[in-house]
Every structure is written in C-alpha cells, then in structure tokens.
C-alpha cells in the first residue's frame, strides 16, 4: 500500500514536473480552465441569484407559489408578462370556497388567494368635461345662492371658471389652425370649426349669462367632443379578494389612500401604472429627468432620453394650460415671470421657456415645479377617491360596465420601480366578476327583479313548444305598458366630490358603489379564474403541485397547479433563456478547451515518446503511463479549475456585498430590488469541478490512446 | 555455469507497409550467468533486433528466446514488462533518463515502479550506487546539469537499482568520447565482477570490445561467429 501510494507519489511528481518544464502549454490549457471554472462558479451563481430573487418578485407579487386554475382551460394560465396579449382562454372555477377547501387540506399548503386577471380600456377625464362640470356647478350655485354674499362668491366663481372654459376654447382654435396646416381642409368638418369660433367669441361669452344653461350645452355637446386629451387606458387587473391578497403577499404595501374594506367595491392602482400612465405628463417627465440625472448618473446633455423629454416638456405646454382658469393664469403669469426673470405674458410662451432646463438649472426648476405650480394643478387623471367607470368586453362579447371607487395605490416592497410587478392593478372580486360576464350576487338579483317586472321566467328546453305555442292562456306581458330600461353608464370618470350636477341615477349608482357592502359569503363561494397558493415550505413546489392534483381529483375538481415559473409565463421562461445562453457558451467553451488541451497533450506526448519508451522499456505498466498522463491533465484541471473557481468565489462574494445595482426596471423586478446580492452556491462549485475534470480526463484519452501504443522499442530509437 | 539467456533459432522479420524486412535470421546463443559480452556488428546487422529479444522488449517471429527461464513468446504483454523490471536493467546510446527528475529520483524510479522497498531503503540503496558510480554529490541534480558521462553514470546506476540478473546495453558509448567511454566500460566491468551481473552490450568499436569477455558477431542478422576480444582485435577488416 505505501509502496503504490509511493508510485502514486513518484506519477504525480513526474506530472507536476512535466506541467513545470512545458509551462507554456500549461499556462495555456490552464487558461482555458481556469475561465471555465470562473464561468462556471459566476455565471451559474449569477443566474441562481437572479432566478432566486426573480421568484421573490413573481412569488411575492401577484403568482404565489403556485398557481392553480381549472385543468379544462384551453389555454395556460400565465398572471405575468402578458402585456397586451389578450386574455387566456381560461375555465373558471365555479366555487372559490370548494377550491380553497381542497387546496387547504394538502398539507404543506398554507393560504390560497382567489384570482381573476383580465385587462379592460378605461377613458380617463377630458379637461374641458372637468371644467364645464365646474362652471356648471358655479351657475348652478348662482341660481341657487340665498345670501347676497353667496351670490357673490358663485359669480366670481362663474367668472373665474368662464376664463377657464375660455382659456380652452383658445387653446382649441389655436390646434385648429395647425390641424389646417397640416392636414387636408376637408377631413376636418366646418361644423366644428364654426363651433369652436363661436365659443371664442366676445358674443358668446357676453350672451353667456342670458341663458347660460344653453350656452353650457352648446359647449358640452360640440366643444367638449373636440377636445381629444382624453386619452383611452388600458388597464391590467386582478380582482381579488383584498385582504387575503394583503396577507398572502405581504410586500403589498398601501403608497396612498387606504386599502379596501372588506365586502366593499374598489380599486387600487399599482403606484407604478398611476405614475406612468395617470400622472400629468409633464410633471411624469421631470420625475424622470430627475431620476435620471441624481440616481442614474446621466446628464441632460448627454442622454437622448433625457434631451427627448426636456424637448415634449417644451412643445407639450397645452395639458398644463388646459387646467388654467382665468386667476391660475395670473397666478402662473407672476410666478414664471418671477422665476425666469422675464417680460413675458404669454403664459404658455412661459412654459415652455421654463421648461427648457439643462442640467444646470434642472433640480431648481424641477423643485420650483412642484412647490409653486403643482398645488394648483391636478397631476393625476384619476384621483384616490374618484369612480372609475371600467368597461370591459365580456367573455361571451357584449359590454360591460362597472363602477368602482379607487381607495388608493399601492406597491410591492423591493419592487417599486419595476414595471412588471407593477403592471396590475387590483379590483374587488364581485366587480371582476361583472366584468368578466359572471354574475354577481348583486346582478342576479337585479335581474331577477327585472324577469318578475317584465312577467319573464326560465323554460326548460322540453317545455318550450308548449309555453310559446300552449294554450294556456296568460296575461300578455305585452299588453302592460312599455318599459323603458335606462342605463346609465358614466364616460370616463368624474369626480365624486365635483358631482353635484349630475343626473340623479348616476349620483345613486355612484353613491351605491361606494357603500354597498357584499357579504364575504358572495366572495367566497363564486367564480374565480385561478387562485394563488402560498406554501409552507417553498421548497416542496413539485411534491405539493402533485399532492394538490390529487386532492383537487378526489374533491372532484378539475385543479391544475403550476409552479411560479410557469405562471410568469415569457418572464419565467427567460430565465430559462438566460440558462440555455449560459450553458451553450460554457458548453462551447468546454468543446474549445477539449479541443485545444486535446491538441497540445497530443504534442507534449509525441515529444516525450522517447521517455515513455524508456519508462516501458525500465518496467513501467501501460496503466503507470496512463496514470502519469491522467494526472496532469487532472492536476491541471484541479488546480487551474480550482483558481477559476476561487476567483469566481471571490468575484461573487465581493460583488454579494456591494451588490448589482439594477439598470433598469426591469431588472428591479429580476433583482428583486434596487440591487442584486449574488451569493455562491455550494452545488455550483461541484459542478465547476465536476465539469472540469470530465473536461480534462476527456481531454486526455486520445493523447493517452497514444501513449499506451508506445513501445519500449522506441526508446532504444536514436533520431539522428 | 547456468546459462541466463538462451537464444534458439531466433528469427525476426518486420513488416514495413506490404514488405517483409528480416531482422534476425535465424540466431542462436547462450550467455551464461557474470558473462560480460559484447555484441559486435555493423549497423543493421542485427545488434539491436538481438538486444531487444533479449531485453523482452519485443519477442520472435520464430525460434524462443528464454530469459531467466522464462519463453518470452509465452508470456503476455505485461509479464514481459514485469520480466523487464525485476531482472533486467537498460543502459541506452543517448542515456534517456527522464529529464525532469533528479538524478536521485532517475535512480529510484524503477525501485518505485517493483514497489518492494520502502523509502530508507530505497533511499539507501540509491546512496550506495551513486557512490558506486562516483555520483554522490549530484543526488540533487538535473540530468540537463551533468555531462555525457555523468549521464551514462547515472544510467548504469539506475539499470543496476533494482540488482537485475542481467543489464543490457545498447551501444553504450555511442555518444560519449573515447576516454569517457573507456571509464563507463571500466565501470560497468567492475560491476560486473563485483556485483555478479551480467552485461550483454552491443557495440561496433574495437576499443570497446576490448573489455568484454567475449566477442559475439552478427552480419545481416546471423550470428557469424563468438570470439575473445584479442581475436576480434586481430581481425581487422570485420566483414561488412
């Protein structure tokens, strides 16, 4: 045993000194090693990293880890990254209660979340309908004043909000003119063109108060559609069951207003769809120049991104200007006069003039924007608050509509600044159902009030001859007089606080909206799409997703659990795209090593045919000779593999506790953070030395191929 | 005296692409136990093809070539690589000592290959041939440090480590100077007294024939007759 563990000694000296004497070639197979190790260690730790925070994101956010929905669906269930594709074709489940029930009896199970997510367009206000709905009020509050000194107060108030509306209309011709410059004369209708010049006339606004509900009318009905800032939102949701959701995903956090009480409608924007889509752009703008300045480290003028912005700050005054009535108008005059040091009265000239910043005067303009202008401005389109009226196309096609109050915004911890866990929104359940085409407990009873009003009542298909055809004589529903069923549905959305003129029906649906309160019964034992489940031990996803199947059959339901990964859809798949990268190039890199350490141990053994012939010749084995050629290509492995390793240790360590800075939002969300902390795992050392010594042993069959085919007959050889 | 190699009829033919190229014609030849021959002969008359039959280094075509008792042409691939490291030692032309081991360490080599002794006593063991061989201080150095002879020295210690029945060498002297030569020759000679080993050598230098026993000498691979070393001298003008 010593004596071999002596040649052991005496193969491994002679392969340490071979390794010394051929340095060259050493250095250069070690190289190669060495960067396989380093890639193998940081690359896969990297993407171990990513895919571990990535989880925390997609599991924290709205996926769970587990998604499960009805195994009749057509399509896959994917909660993520689904942007504007359009709904999976999902089966519902029909009994949320039945499918929590089931899912709670598999053990490692700990709280299951209903869900339903779909996407709807939504109008957000028209600034002209904003301030017509003013100026009404303000004669409404004229002609209802009591006290002179309300009288007072409601006429500068109707002066003030006359200004407003006509600072509109101007603003309206002014686009008029250039849409003539630009397009052909006949696309736009003359109609309009001669409305929008009577509303800008001296005459109309002297008239004004002689019959100022017609001359409103006049407005709302061809001033108002002509004004286009009302853009259309696409909105992505999750109706969900608010609290659970709170509790299950506890990186949600409330960002402003309140969360929605329980059994109550709502909804709650993701803070990140309320900045970017509903923050008044100009205002969005300078967040992101400031952003992009302080923590991105870019200036004004050097990034196109930022440049772009400052430039639309500039040309795209006119959203600011529209929500100027005749005294903010002063007030902006002073203020930008004042600031800019200019004689300037033209308040949109102003505007644009202050919004040309550079990086010199950005932060000052930027904090003068918001102390001095944006009390006085609505930045956002929808407010916490408001109603929002969502329409959204049913599954079996027709329209419908749902009004719910927004409670407030909110945000996942960690990810605030990623647009994809920002991306959806959340709704009450029983509105989610409406929107989808379900019935509602609320619906059904409606509809149940209007069947007994109009005498209607269900028939079964074998009855059906004999009740249209039969003889039995009934009372014609027809010849009771004829209803006219209203429906009032709201455009856009439109402020409760502000809704004093509205008709009646809407103010009820409104208030209705906002107090009704559904019994938790109703959220529980309706439709769902899919549910979230959040486990006790995140470590057993398979098992669990094998043992919830199982339940769901015994339970006699059709359950289909997919695992977090395969919920995030395209996102949860791009890590896997990473992976793939990864490895081919590992896989190439290996080939490339195989190839050129094949190569060069080939060389060296064709040089030292001599000495191996000797080694034979004096007794050694052909196995001593494969042992000795093995144990280079190993010791090579090991110890340059082991550097690259080290390195890649050391590399991830380091970086582990300075952390990656995310770039972009994106990778907030693959981050999981502001920052990504690599950490190593213990697999991935094992497998860069695994992958290393397959390399190196493979590497070195042929050459030792050749090796044992020396004879010692070539040792007595002389070259001449 | 108990002959240690006997060589009966010994043909040898190697095959180059389609032809047949015969090396050895039909050989026959004992050497006996402390002999101290010498194999004479131009070049390709066979010298090395005999040696390397003798050496187990490659077995008959036809005829037995039996070494310490044993027919190589019996015995596997590995038995014969066994044969070579427990009985005999190699000395070659140009030394092939593995260059980047010490000399101590070129020495020991085939000790480690048997795997009897252990470290002191290989260690020992060593010691006293570099000794023997006048090496004592160089333990420690590069074969690429020491000259041709100090070289040769070190390959008879190493062909000798083991205390093989039998050491072969092949043109031993063909790359050193004649004075050199003569003193590896003187060395080899004493050992062979000292020591009981036998020595079977190939040459073509008169000089060197001069220390061997006797003289065997081949042409176009036949053994054409075994002289004394003053009857080799004698005749000069060998036939070609």
Not at chain 1, 597 to 606: E, G, K, Q, R
Request: some cysteine.
């Amino acid at each position: 045993m010593r004596a071999w563990l002596a040649t052991l000694g005496v193969v491994a000296q002679i392969a340490f000194r071979n390794l010394f004497a051929s340095r060259l070639k050493t250095i250069i197979v070690g190289g190669i090693i060495f960067f396989g190790g380093l890639l193998v260690v940081a690359g896969n730790s990297l993407l171990d990293s990513v895919v571990a925070s990535m989880s925390r994101s997609v599991i924290g956010s709205v996926a769970g880890h587990i998604q499960v929905y009805n195994a009749k669906s057509k399509d896959t269930l994917e909660v993520m990254g689904r942007m504007m594709m359009g709904d999976p074709d999902l089966s519902q489940l029909d009994d949320f209660a039945k499918v929590r029930a089931s899912l709670l009896k598999v053990e490692n199970v700990k709280s299951v979340v209903p869900m339903g997510i779909s996407g709807a367009l939504v109008t957000s206000g028209n600034t002209i309908d904003l301030a017509l709905e003013k100026l009404r009020n303000a004669v409404n509050a004229r002609r209802d004043a009591k006290t002179d000194g309300e009288r007072a107060q409601a006429e500068l108030q109707v002066a003030s909000e006359k200004g407003h509306v006509r600072q509109i209309v101007s603003v309206l011709q002014g686009d008029l003119k250039n849409a003539k410059a630009v397009l052909d004369e006949r696309t736009i209708d003359p109609a309009d063109g001669a409305a929008v010049n009577r509303a800008a006339s001296d005459a109309f606004w002297q008239d004004f108060d002689k019959e100022p509900f017609e001359a409103l009318e006049f407005l709302e009905n061809r001033i108002a559609s002509q004004a286009a800032d009302a853009d259309l939102l696409f909105l992505n949701y999750i109706g969900t069951d608010f609290q659970a959701f709170q509790k299950s995903f506890d990186r949600m956090k409330i960002v402003e207003g309140t969360m929605v009480p329980a059994g109550k409608r709502g909804f709650l924007f993701a803070k990140h769809v309320y900045e970017e889509q509903l923050k008044l752009k100009a205002a969005r703008r300078l967040d992101q120049i400031k952003e992009g300045t302080e923590n991105e480290g870019e200036t004004i003028a050097t990034d196109p991104d930022l440049k772009r912005m400052v430039r639309e700050n500039v040309s795209q005054v006119r959203e600011i200007l529209l929500q100027l009535d005749a005294a903010k108008t002063v007030d902006f005059r002073a203020k930008l006069q004042r600031e800019l040091a200019s004689q300037e009265t033209d308040v949109g000239k102003l505007l644009a003039a202050f919004f040309q910043t550079d990086d010199h005067n950005f932060r000052g303009r930027h904090d003068f924007f918001y102390k001095e202008l944006a009390p006085s401005l609505e930045l956002y389109r929808v407010r916490i608050g408001d109603v929002l009226t969502i329409k959204a196309f049913t599954r079996s096609g027709y329209v419908q509509s749902v009004n719910v109050p927004v409670y407030g915004t909110f945000e996942f911890q960690g990810l605030e600044k990623s647009t994809l866990a920002g991306a959806l929104n959340l709704m009450d359940m029983v509105s989610f159902r409406e929107l989808y085409g379900f019935m509602s407990g609320e619906k059904l009873a409606e509809i149940q009030a209007l069947q007994k009003a109009a005498g209607a009542h269900d028939v079964s298909r074998e009855n059906a001859e004999a009740e249209l055809f039969g003889s039995k004589a009934t009372d014609a529903p027809a010849a009771k007089a004829p209803r006219r069923i209203e429906a009032t549905t709201t455009p856009g959305v439109a402020p409760v606080m502000h809704d004093l003129g509205e008709s009646l029906g809407g103010k009820l649906q409104r208030e209705e909206a906002r107090s009704r309160v559904f019994p938790s019964d109703e959220v529980e034992r309706g439709v769902v799409l899919n549910a979230a489940v959040i486990l006790k031990n995140p470590k057993k996803i398979k098992e669990t997703i094998v043992a919830i199947e199982a339940q769901g059959k015994q339970d006699g339901l059709t359950l289909k659990a997919i695992d977090w990964q395969a919920a995030a859809g395209l996102i949860g798949q791009f890590v896997n795209v990473i992976r793939i990268v990864l490895y081919v190039a590992i896989l190439i890199i290996f080939l490339i090593a195989l190839v050129i350490i094949n190569n060069a141990l080939v060389m060296a053994t064709l040089e030292r045919v001599k000495e191996i012939g000797t080694l034979r010749a004096i007794g050694a084995q052909r196995r001593f000779i494969l042992a000795m050629l093995v144990v280079e290509s190993i010791v090579v492995g090991f110890i340059f593999g082991g550097l690259g390793a080290g390195l890649g240790v050391l590399l991830v360590t380091v970086v582990g506790k300075i952390g990656i800075p995310a770039k972009s939002d994106v990778w907030f969300f693959f981050f999981s953070g502001p920052r990504l902390y690599p950490f190593i795992g213990t697999s991935n050392i094992v497998a860069a030395f695994a992958i290393v010594l397959l390399v190196s042993a493979f590497s070195s069959f042929y050459p030792a191929w050749i090796a044992m085919r020396v004879t010692p007959r070539q040792a007595m050889q002389e070259e001449e | 005296m108990k002959a240690i190699v006997s060589v009966r009829e010994a043909v040898k033919n190697y095959i180059l692409g389609n032809v047949v190229v015969p090396a050895l014609r039909g050989v026959t030849l004992d050497v006996v136990e402390g002999d101290f021959l010498a194999i004479a002969g131009p070049s390709g008359s066979g010298k090395t093809t005999l040696l390397n039959l003798i050496g187990c280094v490659d077995t008959p075509t036809s005829g037995t070539v039996e070494v310490a008792g044993k027919d190589t042409r019996q015995l596997s691939e590995r038995e014969l690589t066994d044969l070579r490291l427990h009985t005999i030692g190699f000395i070659f032309q140009s030394f092939n000592l593995v260059s980047v081991l010490t000399v101590f360490q070129n020495i020991e080599l085939p000790l480690l290959l048997q795997r009897k002794l252990n470290g002191p006593e290989r260690a020992q063991r060593v010691a006293a041939l570099l000794e023997r061989v006048g090496l004592r201080e160089y333990g420690a150095h590069r074969p690429s440090e020491l000259s041709g002879g100090q070289r040769q020295r070190v390959a008879i210690a190493r062909a000798l480590v083991t205390r093989p029945q039998l050491v072969l060498a092949d043109e031993p002297t063909a790359n050193l100077d004649s004075v050199t030569g003569a003193h590896i020759l003187d060395l080899m000679r004493e050992l062979n007294r000292t020591e009981k080993t036998t020595f079977i050598f190939s040459t073509h230098d008169q000089s060197v024939m001069a220390h061997a026993n006797a003289v065997v000498r081949l042409a176009d691979g036949k053994l054409v007759d075994r002289v004394t070393p003053a009857q080799a001298a004698a005749e000069t003008g060998l036939p070609a």
